[in-house]
């Protein structure tokens, strides 16, 4: 997907579909009435947090190609600007604005996300999070782990949780007592659900996204559902291992599984991939972000 050839392919195909500088859009905002069956194990602990702080005055962010606003804006390109935690696009009004403002978003945040990375990069982006000493370090990863050119490639359950409190461990050493938010990974399989009714989405995702979930996306015979599914079980998967390794920090919360539950619209996913959110997707991951952080308690 990063080769030079690759991109000429994605041009080609987006032709007169291409839209000139960031995706747009209004669309429906909030948490969808109900999610799966398979959501429900993602519910968030019931561990209270009690010194949490609803209004931090500084944010680090951690994560993946979501966080980066990868294809919200052109081709093949992060957007960091469209960010739902740090970015400073008016439209999106990102984490950092609605906390800290305009003027303090842009001294007071810091994005530490890597597209493409796994959770097992986490800990080095922990690292460098809490060089900044901040008062809030916002994490969304996972989805990579889950999309790989198979589903035997997938991240083990057991790795994932190594390394997500490996990551725990390098921010405490450098900041033992910045507050987490932790967001779920999205529902992968909703997503394939999604954009598979634009043909041009499908043949982008052929030259190779998350083939995992999203090859042969008009499949629907026994063994490729039976591969959607393993790739959304592990995802279910990894969000208890969000949760738990959460509740055993008393400044850590999770978001409840709402990023999961999250029902993205087509406006809400990138005209370049229709995967990845678009500027009004990441403006609804930075909604629900600042709900939850700022709530009185966690999601129920």
């Not at 996300?113 to 916002?138: D, H, I, N, Y």
């Not at 919360?253 to 087509?266: C, L």
């Amino acid at each position: 997907m990063r080769t030079a050839a690759a991109a000429l392919t994605v041009l080609s195909l987006v032709g007169a579909a291409a839209l000139a500088g960031c995706s747009g859009g209004g669309s429906e905002s909030g948490v969808s009435r109900s999610a799966p069956d398979a959501s429900r194990s993602a519910s968030p602990s019931p561990s209270p947090t009690p010194d949490w702080n609803p209004r931090p005055a500084s944010i680090a962010a951690v994560g993946d190609s979501i966080t980066r606003g990868f294809d919200a804006c052109s081709v093949l390109a992060d957007c960091p600007e469209v960010s739902w935690a740090t970015g400073t696009d008016d439209a999106v009004r990102s984490l950092a604005i609605r906390l800290l403002g305009p003027s303090k978003a842009a001294d007071r945040s810091w994005n530490h996300a890597v597209s493409g990375s796994r959770m097992v990069q986490l800990p080095e982006q922990m690292a460098l999070a809490a060089k900044e000493r901040p008062e809030l370090v916002t994490v969304m990863t996972g989805a990579n782990d889950a999309c790989r050119d198979s589903v035997r490639l997938m991240t083990p359950v057991a790795d994932f949780r190594a390394s997500f409190e490996a990551s725990m461990r390098q921010l405490r050493a450098g900041a033992p007592k910045a507050q987490v938010y932790v967001s779920s990974v999205p529902d992968l399989k909703r997503l394939w659900s999604t954009g598979r009714v634009n043909e041009l989405g499908k043949k982008i995702w052929d030259l190779g996204i998350c083939q995992s979930m999203l090859a042969d996306a008009d499949d629907l015979g026994p063994a490729a559902v039976a591969r959607r599914d393993a790739v959304q079980e592990r995802v279910v998967a990894y969000n208890e291992v969000l949760r738990d390794v959460c509740a055993k920090d008393r400044y850590c919360r999770y978001d409840g599984g709402a990023v999961y539950d999250f029902r993205f619209t087509g406006a809400q996913l990138s005209p370049w991939d229709w995967f990845h959110p678009s500027r009004d997707g990441q403006a609804r991951l930075a909604e629900i972000a600042y709900r939850n952080i700022t709530a009185a308690e966690p999601s129920a």
